[in-house]
C-alpha cells in the first residue's frame, strides 16, 4: 500500500511526464540503434575540439527550443494563450543585429561591437512583445489572434530592414554564439540557456514574478482585487518572451553567419507551445513550471533528432511529431493522471479490506 501511494505521487508531479517521454525516447534508440548514444571528439572548421553525436545534436540545437520554452511558459501562464509570432519576431531580431554589424552596403568588418548589436535587437524584440502584450492585456485580444499579426507580417518586415539583402558577417568571433567556445567541446547554446534558466530561477526565486503571474493566470479579478495590475503582469510576460526571442535570434544568425528571412526559425513557435504542454502545464494558465517545461523542450528536440536519423522526410516530419506528441499531451493530462492516481488508490483500499 506505502508503494502504491509513492507510486501515485510520482504520477502527480508534473516534472514526471517529460522525464518518461525522455526515457521513452532514450529507450527506443537504445534498443533500434544502440549508436544514436555515441559521442565523438573530433576537430571543427577552425581545429578546435569539439563533441558530435546525436546527443551533442539534442543539446545543441534543443537549448535554442529551451530558452524560448522559459518565455513560452509565462505567457501561458499569465495570459491563459500563447504567442505565435515567435519564429517571426526571431527573424526581425536577427535582421537588426544584422543590420547594425553589417550595415547597409554589407561591410566585411564589424561596424559596431557585438554586444551593442545585441542589446539594440534585444531593445527591438521587447518592444515587439510589449506591443504583443498591449493587444492581448489592454485590447483584451486573444493572445494567438493578437500575435497572428507579427507571424503575418514579420518576416517581412525582416526583410525590409535589410532592403531583402543578405547581409553576412565574415568575422569569426560571431560564429562563437551559435557554435563552440576555442578550447571548449561543447556547444556555446548549451552554455547560454543554462545561462538563461540561472537568471530566470533567480528572479522567481527572489521576486513576487512567479506568485503574481500565477495569480494572474488563476483568477485575473481575484488578482485586481488583491492590488494586482493584471495587464501589467501581462505585458511584461511578453516582454520578457521578447528578451528570449533576441537570444534565441543571436543563436541562430551566429549559426548561419547570415539569415534567410523565410526560413529562420520556421515552426519554431509550434515546437515552443508544444514544450510547454509537455512539461505538464496548463495552456489556459495558472500554474506553471519552467523545468518542466525546458526539459519539455529537449523532449521534442529528442524526438526531432530521432526522426531525422531514421531518414523520415522533413514533409512528412510534422504529422510522426504530431501522432507522439497528441500521445504524450493525452497522457500527461489531469484526466489521465487523475484515473491512474484514482485506480491506484481503489487498489490500495481493497488491499487493506483483504488484510
Given at each position: 500500500?506505502?508503494?502504491?501511494?509513492?507510486?501515485?505521487?510520482?504520477?502527480?508531479?508534473q516534472i514526471m511526464i517529460p522525464l518518461v517521454a525522455l526515457l521513452i525516447l532514450a529507450l527506443f534508440n537504445l534498443i533500434v540503434d544502440p549508436s544514436f548514444f555515441k559521442i565523438s571528439m573530433g576537430l571543427n572548421?577552425?581545429?578546435?575540439?569539439?563533441?558530435?553525436?546525436?546527443?551533442?545534436?539534442?543539446?545543441?540545437?534543443?537549448?535554442?527550443?529551451?530558452?524560448?520554452?522559459?518565455?513560452?511558459?509565462?505567457?501561458?501562464?499569465?495570459?491563459?494563450?500563447?504567442?505565435?509570432?515567435?519564429?517571426?519576431?526571431?527573424?526581425?531580431?536577427?535582421?537588426?543585429?544584422?543590420?547594425?554589424?553589417?550595415?547597409?552596403?554589407g561591410s566585411r568588418e564589424l561596424l559596431v561591437p557585438i554586444f551593442v548589436a545585441f542589446i539594440v535587437a534585444l531593445i527591438v524584440a521587447m518592444a515587439f512583445g510589449a506591443f504583443n502584450g498591449v493587444l492581448v492585456a489592454s485590447f483584451k485580444i486573444q493572445p494567438m489572434i493578437a500575435t497572428?499579426?507579427?507571424?503575418?507580417?514579420?518576416?517581412?518586415?525582416?526583410?525590409?530592414?535589410?532592403?531583402?539583402?543578405?547581409?553576412?558577417?565574415?568575422?569569426?568571433?560571431y560564429a562563437v554564439f551559435g557554435g563552440f567556445i576555442p578550447g571548449i567541446p561543447i556547444p556555446t547554446p548549451a552554455f547560454i540557456a543554462v545561462i538563461c534558466f540561472i537568471i530566470t530561477a533567480?528572479?522567481?526565486?527572489?521576486?513576487?514574478?512567479?506568485?503574481?503571474?500565477?495569480?494572474?493566470?488563476?483568477?485575473?479579478?481575484?488578482?485586481?482585487?488583491?492590488?494586482?495590475?493584471?495587464e501589467a503582469i501581462k505585458i511584461l510576460t511578453f516582454v520578457i518572451l521578447g528578451a528570449c526571442v533576441a537570444v534565441c535570434a543571436l543563436i541562430k544568425t551566429s549559426r548561419l553567419m547570415t539569415i534567410n528571412y523565410s526560413v529562420i526559425a520556421k515552426d519554431i513557435e509550434m515546437d515552443a507551445i508544444l514544450a510547454v504542454a509537455l512539461g505538464g502545464n496548463a495552456l489556459s494558465g495558472?500554474?506553471?513550471?519552467?523545468?518542466?517545461?525546458?526539459?519539455?523542450?529537449?523532449?521534442?528536440?529528442?524526438?526531432?533528432?530521432?526522426?531525422?536519423?531514421?531518414?523520415?522526410?522533413?514533409?512528412?516530419?510534422?504529422?510522426?511529431?504530431?501522432?507522439?506528441?497528441?500521445?504524450?499531451?493525452?497522457?500527461?493530462?489531469?484526466?489521465?493522471?487523475?484515473?491512474?492516481?484514482?485506480?491506484?488508490?481503489?487498489?490500495?483500499?481493497?488491499?487493506?479490506?483483504?488484510?
Open positions: 500500500m506505502k508503494a502504491k501511494a509513492i507510486f501515485s505521487k510520482i504520477i502527480k508531479n572548421s577552425l581545429g578546435n575540439p569539439v563533441l558530435s553525436g546525436y546527443l551533442i545534436t539534442i543539446l545543441d540545437c534543443g537549448s535554442e527550443l529551451a530558452i524560448l520554452a522559459i518565455g513560452m511558459t509565462l505567457v501561458t501562464a499569465a495570459s491563459g494563450g500563447q504567442d505565435i509570432s515567435v519564429g517571426a519576431s526571431i527573424a526581425i531580431a536577427g535582421s537588426v543585429m544584422l543590420r547594425m554589424l553589417c550595415g547597409r552596403n497572428l499579426i507579427l507571424f503575418t507580417a514579420g518576416r517581412s518586415i525582416a526583410a525590409w530592414i535589410n532592403n531583402n539583402e543578405l547581409p553576412i558577417v565574415y568575422d569569426e568571433s533567480l528572479v522567481l526565486k527572489f521576486t513576487s514574478l512567479g506568485l503574481f503571474v500565477q495569480s494572474v493566470g488563476i483568477n485575473e479579478k481575484s488578482a485586481r482585487v488583491n492590488g494586482l495590475n493584471p495558472g500554474k506553471f513550471n519552467i523545468t518542466a517545461s525546458i526539459l519539455g523542450a529537449y523532449v521534442i528536440q529528442a524526438l526531432t533528432t530521432t526522426l531525422y536519423k531514421f531518414q523520415v522526410p522533413s514533409a512528412a516530419l510534422s504529422a510522426y511529431k504530431a501522432i507522439v506528441v497528441i500521445l504524450l499531451v493525452v497522457f500527461s493530462s489531469d484526466t489521465v493522471r487523475g484515473w491512474i492516481s484514482k485506480n491506484l488508490k481503489f487498489g490500495a483500499k481493497k488491499e487493506v479490506k483483504n488484510v
